[in-house]
């Protein structure tokens, strides 16, 4: 019988033998590739932490000590050792998600999956174990990538201040975030990796001096208390211990004893203590070893023997964009690029191959970035800085206040825009188009196909004095929309053939083939529409008030919150144009999103054609003042299932 079916909870590891560990770890790494293969998801990450989630499982007691997982796409083997191994339908609606949850297990603590934040957590809830006098344990794993990120710094800076409160800050450090990890303070680790570490140093001279007559001991205790210089001179890892914080390591991630008693050490300190763990990403799959991009960080559904994938969707929205970077970097030496340790996923790793000079990897440090960007501008260049549309969120003072406020022409691309689906709730980029409208002097782009990709793009890039913004979806891009005429700079994708048309269709992005099936059910019902795409929809463009006012109705269909979005912004400029027209805006609502599937998530809000061409339908029938809505139509001023 296998190991990791007895395993329904982490006591069961307790009953298990050394011998037993280490092949629990390779069943462990068999079931991953095999189920995950199936279903696609984070197999590198996870790969390499096995042995350290059995260890920290053995060493600590959750729930009642609390694991915490920084990003937490490294947390399947903690979900297998808490019981849940059914991975059947991994980021699948009803099944599990592909980061820690709440709602599944009391064993999991933080769900938002963006980088760096633990050490804040880990110190919050250290504190209110302290004033309420629980006498357990808080345990923050956290990768060598995510301490590139300012908020793990700010936070270590407050973990220190206490001397006796109990905090253990697993770094588990395997040179890489998503590629290869960037920086001073990757440099400093690697130094501690290659460096013979104090701990095995002063063992040794311990034995030797223990055997040395008289002198022997005074001897070791003067050597030992000059621990400090001995420590920076032979493994510098003064860095920590200068903020305060207990140093244990560097240790064998892999090696299951060495961790557990390196973890059991930290657990009797009784203060902060950083515990400094080596892992190899993608160990012992050879597909995840040989690739030297990310080491398999994120794969699709793929053959588990090869590691190849099993179909190809066609051209991505993220290809089309780094195509089109490397035809401009070609054209004009002044545009470099900026990635936040997403070379790779964002589309910038050709242009990086082409132009190595002109591309700045900040870490996981979207603030600095921005700022740094906007240093760039001044100093004459146009930074392009390529970003999960999710991620954008963390920066926004920064786009506010240094980039805006000095008028700088810098250009974020925001990848992943809209519902994404199955990473769930905080890697959909829901929020952008909302929080970016209040920015004076930004404009934004949200292309419909590949074609406006390249175009607004360039478009993007030729603007010197001024944020702009180009957000595009996740996954395949299909194939293009052609506009049949424009309308100030708007591009007009279907015309009514009538002077008085029922609806004005305002289609924002990647939604304009929903749009046009929208038009084609409205057209059955009589209903004679107009779809537009602004193509730029901050600003408002100036052609919108007096187009809307040729048309009964407005309605605006957008991959982004409702609240303070594009419907919201063209309400307002309708409003201000003395423009009475009704408009009804259709977008995410304003609530955080399960994962599933893009298709499952936007039928679960509504946000699908027949379900806007039914609320249209009953909002004309009112205006027409004929028997009202249609049976089960909703008003669209609210998002069909909220």
Known sequence: MPLLTRIRGPRDLDRLSLEELDQLAEEIRTFLVQEVSKTGGHLGPNLGVVELTIALHRVF?????????????????????????????????????????????EHDVIENSHASTVLGWADGIAKANQLRERDSHVVAVIGDGALTGGMAWEALNNIAEAKDRPL??????????YAPTIGGLANHLATLRTTDGYERFLARTKDILDRTPVVGRPLYETLHGAKKGLKDFIAPQGMFEDLGLKYVGPIDGHDIEALESALARAKRFGGPVIVHCLTEKGRGYQPALQDEADRFHAVGKIHPDTGLPIASSGADWTSVFGEEMVRLGEEREDIVAITAAMLQPVGLDRFAKRFPERVYDVGIAEQHGAVSAAGL??????????VYATFLNRAFDQVLMDV????????????RAGVTGTDGASHNGMWDMSILQVVPGLRLAAP??????????????AVEDAPTVVRFSKGAVGPAVPAVGRVGGMDVLREPGTDRPDVLLVS???????????????????ITTTVVDPRWVKPVDEAMAPLAERHRVVVTVEDNSRVGGVGSAIAQALRDAGVDVPLRDFGIPPRFLDHASRAEVLAEIGLTAPDIARQVTGLVAKLDGRFGAPAGAVDSAQPARD
């Open 377 to 386: 501008a001044y100093a004459g260049l146009h930074p392009v800085f390529a």
């Open 448 to 461: 419909r196909d590949a074609d406006q990709v390249r175009a607004q793009l360039r478009e993007a890039v």
């Open 168 to 177: 253990v800050i697993v770094v588990n450090d395997n040179e890489r975030s």
């Open 404 to 415: 805006a406020l000095h008028r700088c022409g810098v250009t974020f691309v925001l990848d």
């Open 61 to 105: 007691e959750s729930p009642k000590d609390k694991v915490l997982w920084d990003t937490g796409h490294q947390s399947y083997v903690h979900k297998l050792l808490t019981g849940r191994q059914d991975f059947s339908r991994l980021k699948m609606k009803g099944g599990l998600s592909g980061y820690p949850s709440q709602a599944e297990s």
């Open 508 to 526: 924002v992005g990647a939604l304009a083939p929903m749009c046009l099936e929208i038009a084609e059910l409205l057209d059955r019902q009589g």
